[in-house]
């Protein structure tokens, strides 16, 4: 394709994705790619080769997209920025080229006495105690060797620009959204301050001092965004959709903990898309039995929620005014036939798509070897496109 058939088939899958949100019945049902280090294996690299080289990787990126041929992507090559750091800190993985598979690890690099440091001043606690626990290397370093690891995160953008780029202009895959967006200053607590298990011990020891905490990253991470999109109404219709988020560090907490630890600030998220017209795509680690009725207070065309462990056909029932993606089981893609995936995909779009609405994507993200066959993903992402029930 040249540019201009790229251009008119990315609004073309534009449009689908918003009439799809909008719970508009649509001739077909769109498809999210859902595929982080998969597509690496799947282009016959090992994830050590692809993850530290920018051209292998551009690579394995493109060869997925020609094959696979999907509505939208989850991922250019992005999640894991193992070469950025490269030389200046462990990654927070563990990668084994053996068995094709990549273990995060539970960093800590806040102390749980430190949350009156943290509160006092922020920036001078990270500068001062969290970045050096995370880049020892950066207490050692000569100004040159700072320049490098400043250019090292100028290469990671870049190549994350350049890709949205070559994937419209030659594939017709417009970008995700335009805007991304933290569900929770809770989530800092997880991925950057206390890990898992820490966070889940202060929340009961430390309560009130990280619900400060917690409003103090809501003030730095998610107002800011907010305020940017109340001054540009919505929608984008250059992007797939206008707000992308994640959620994970709800999974540790209870209905009475999220009311108070994370509702806050993903409240500020929705409200804002659905205050200016915006559309939000949100893929919900774990299980998102939580949000069940703060979603249901939102009009129909804003949310998108990515199911990863519910059945998507109950959660069709309780959320009838939200769009759902997932629902494709992993375990029939990395075990099953090709028919049994092209029998189960046409009834779980039967049973979910007759009203529109409904995204087909995996359940789970495809990271290890065993999640899927080639001959299967092509199958899926095949009918997909050419079923029209």
């Given at each position: 394709?040249?540019?201009?058939?790229?251009?008119?088939?990315?609004?073309?899958?534009?449009?689908?994705?918003?009439?799809?949100?909008?719970?508009e019945?649509?001739?077909?049902?769109?498809?999210?790619?859902?595929?982080?280090?998969?597509?690496?294996?799947?282009?016959?690299?090992?994830?050590?080769?692809?993850l530290?080289?920018?051209?292998?990787?551009?690579?394995?990126?493109?060869?997925?997209?020609?094959?696979?041929?999907?509505?939208?992507?989850?991922?250019?090559?992005t999640?894991?920025?193992?070469?950025?750091?490269?030389?200046?800190?462990?990654?927070?993985?563990?990668?084994?080229?053996?068995?094709?598979?990549?273990?995060?690890?539970?960093?800590?690099?806040?102390?749980d006495?430190?949350?009156?440091?943290?509160?006092?001043?922020?920036?001078?606690?990270?500068?001062?105690?969290m970045?050096?626990?995370?880049?020892?290397q950066?207490?050692?370093?000569?100004?040159?060797?700072?320049?490098?690891?400043?250019?090292?995160?100028?290469?990671?953008?870049?190549?994350?620009?350049?890709?949205?780029?070559?994937?419209?202009?030659?594939?017709?895959?417009?970008?995700?959204?335009?805007?991304?967006?933290?569900?929770?200053?809770?989530?800092?607590?997880?991925?950057?301050?206390?890990?898992?298990?820490?966070?889940?011990?202060?929340?009961?020891?430390?309560?009130?001092?990280?619900?400060?905490?917690?409003?103090?990253?809501?003030?730095?991470?998610?107002?800011?965004?907010?305020?940017?999109?109340?001054?540009?109404?919505?929608?984008?219709?250059?992007?797939?959709?206008?707000?992308?988020?994640?959620?994970?560090?709800?999974?540790?907490?209870?209905?009475?903990?999220?009311?108070?630890?994370?509702?806050?600030?993903?409240?500020k998220?929705?409200?804002?898309?659905?205050?200016?017209?915006?559309?939000?795509?949100?893929?919900?680690?774990?299980?998102?039995d939580?949000?069940?009725?703060?979603?249901?207070?939102?009009?129909?065309?804003?949310i998108?929620?990515?199911v990863?462990?519910?059945?998507?056909?109950?959660?069709?029932?309780?959320?009838?005014?939200?769009?759902?993606?997932?629902?494709?089981?992993?375990?029939?893609?990395?075990?099953?036939?090709v028919?049994?995936?092209?029998?189960?995909?046409?009834?779980?779009?039967?049973?979910?798509?007759?009203?529109?609405?409904?995204?087909?994507?995996?359940?789970?993200?495809?990271?290890?070897?065993?999640?899927a066959?080639?001959?299967?993903y092509?199958?899926?992402t095949?009918?997909?496109?050419?079923?029209?029930?």
């Amino acid at each position: 394709m040249n540019i201009e058939e790229s251009h008119k088939l990315a609004d073309e899958r534009v449009d689908l994705i918003r009439k799809t949100v909008n719970m508009e019945k649509t001739d077909r049902v769109p498809f999210i790619d859902s595929c982080f280090t998969w597509k690496v294996l799947d282009q016959g690299y090992k994830l050590g080769e692809a993850l530290y080289d920018y051209g292998k990787l551009e690579e394995c990126v493109r060869g997925h997209m020609e094959r696979y041929q999907p509505d939208c992507t989850r991922d250019t090559g992005t999640r894991n920025g193992f070469k950025v750091i490269e030389g200046w800190a462990d990654t927070r993985y563990i990668l084994n080229d053996e068995t094709g598979a990549i273990s995060a690890l539970d960093d800590v690099f806040m102390m749980d006495n430190e949350y009156g440091e943290l509160l006092e001043n922020r920036q001078k606690y990270v500068w001062t105690k969290m970045l050096p626990r995370r880049y020892p290397q950066l207490a050692h370093s000569t100004k040159e060797q700072i320049r490098g690891l400043v250019k090292g995160f100028q290469e990671y953008f870049g190549y994350s620009a350049r890709m949205n780029t070559v994937l419209k202009d030659e594939y017709g895959i417009p970008p995700l959204s335009q805007y991304g967006l933290r569900g929770s200053g809770h989530e800092y607590f997880v991925n950057y301050l206390r890990g898992l298990a820490g966070t889940g011990v202060d929340q009961r020891r430390h309560k009130a001092e990280m619900l400060e905490a917690i409003k103090m990253y809501d003030a730095k991470d998610i107002d800011p965004v907010v305020a940017i999109m109340k001054n540009a109404p919505g929608p984008n219709k250059d992007f797939a959709f206008d707000v992308a988020g994640g959620c994970l560090s709800h999974t540790i907490l209870n209905p009475k903990q999220f009311e108070e630890f994370y509702l806050p600030g993903f409240k500020k998220g929705l409200d804002a898309c659905r205050d200016t017209n915006k559309t939000i795509y949100i893929f919900v680690q774990g299980t998102m039995d939580r949000f069940i009725d703060l979603l249901q207070e939102y009009p129909k065309g804003v949310i998108v929620m990515h199911v990863e462990q519910e059945d998507v056909r109950d959660m069709r029932k309780k959320l009838p005014n939200i769009a759902l993606a997932g629902g494709f089981p992993t375990t029939t893609l990395g075990s099953g036939t090709v028919e049994q995936v092209k029998d189960e995909a046409k009834q779980l779009i039967d049973d979910m798509a007759c009203d529109g609405g409904f995204f087909m994507s995996t359940n789970k993200i495809l990271s290890f070897r065993n999640d899927a066959t080639r001959e299967n993903y092509m199958a899926l992402t095949q009918f997909v496109r050419e079923y029209r029930g």
